[in-house]
């Protein structure tokens, strides 16, 4: 099976866990490590809405805490009735173990509907030489 496949089918199995009982709105993620493997999860809802957690930002968890610090590509999936793309938090978190052309998938429940590169997306990502002082 390709690998963009695999991010897809991963990503919809881990959106049918997502928890949105306010927004109603079913997010799943998969990140492609660089050892091949894959981390998915969903997005999870609070009541404080500052609280809850992006499907993309769970991913990238579950692949930190298995060690890797490298993400090669990602898929994100919904079912609403445009594609949904990561929020400026999610795309920094990915920035911060990608490169520019790290591949970003968007795709409905039904099929991957576009591809984009980290930079399309977050073209002045804030990068740790910026922390360097004169």
Partial sequence: ?????ILFESAKKARLNAYAPYSEY???AAV???SGNVYASCNV??????CGVCAEAGAIS???????RKIK???VVSDGKEL???????LQRIAEFADDNTLIYLADTSEIRKTCRLQDLLPYNFKATELAHD
């Fill in 26 to 28: 079913f997010v799943g």
């Fill in 84 to 90: 949904v793309y990561p929020c400026g938090a999610c």
């Fill in 62 to 68: 579950a692949m930190a805490a298995a060690g890797e």
């Fill in 1 to 5: 099976m390709e690998i963009k496949q």
């Fill in 45 to 50: 809802e609070n009541v404080s809405f500052p």
């Fill in 32 to 34: 492609l490590a660089e």
């Fill in 73 to 75: 590509a990602v898929l």
